[in-house]
């Protein structure tokens, strides 16, 4: 049973536009949601989180927009850059909990 | 500054060989973890250890194990390798369990053959 559905799988964007890449999850206990970026032959590492109290949150380029009531989150990349070429993962967890459920990841590719 | 290292980086195993998996963090974390990632199945945990001299089943157990050897090392072992745990394999770390960051490691392609 997948707890935190990602979409879509792959993704390719033009250069300056915007990339939105969506999730919902299942557990309303869910309380921390954060995206993570991962770049061919790296490990994953943290880019920006969420904590449902706040319907947006945003880290200069990257925005997380949260909906409790659908149970959705998003993260779009503005002005999108060939650098942000990556996978992107988003993911959920419950405070004071070990595990964190990891979507499918979205290969995003950004062309000139 | 190194953070999360593991070793090795490539291995290929014929089936039934066993093979052990080691990573060690240098930020002091307490929680440690071991996940797998396949193409359409995103990041999956194997076993993790909230703390120093604990250890717990993730999502995908079977046919592995773990030992958690002191604070900062972390391994996974392959007792028999088979087909299916071809995959790649990232250690992590956070400073605690509880929805910290999570710092993972280069990853360790492993290939069973």
């Known amino acids: 049973q997948q707890q935190v559905k990602q979409s879509p799988q792959s993704l390719i964007v033009q250069k300056g536009g915007i990339s939105i890449i969506n999730c919902a999850y299942e557990n309303t206990a869910f309380d921390y949601f954060p995206w993570y970026q991962q770049f061919p032959g790296k490990g994953p590492a943290l880019l920006i989180a969420i904590r449902p109290d706040v319907s947006e949150k945003k880290e200069g380029r990257f925005t997380i927009s949260f909906n409790k009531s659908a149970k959705q989150f998003s993260l779009h990349i503005m002005d999108s850059q060939p650098g942000d070429s990556a996978t992107y993962f988003c993911?959920?967890?419950?405070?004071?909990?070990?595990?964190?459920?990891f979507g499918i990841g979205t290969k995003l590719q950004v062309i000139p | 500054n190194a953070g999360v290292t593991q070793t090795p980086k490539f291995q290929v195993l014929k089936t039934g060989q066993s093979m052990t998996l080691q990573c060690a963090q240098d930020m002091n974390h307490n929680s440690m973890y071991w996940y797998r990632q396949d193409p359409g199945m995103g990041l999956r945990l194997i076993y993790y250890?909230?703390?120093?001299?604990?250890?717990d089943k993730g999502e995908v157990p079977n046919g592995y194990n773990v030992s958690r050897l002191n604070k900062r090392e972390f391994s996974l072992r392959l007792e028999s390798a088979a087909p299916s745990q071809t995959s790649v394999y990232f250690c992590?770390?956070?400073?605690?369990?509880?929805?910290?960051?999570?710092?993972f490691g280069e990853g360790s392609w492993l290939t069973v053959v």
């Open positions: 250890s909230a703390s120093e001299g604990t250890t």
């Open positions: 993911a959920a967890s419950i405070g004071g909990y070990q595990k964190v459920t």
């Open positions: 992590a770390s956070s400073v605690t369990a509880s929805g910290n960051t999570i710092y």
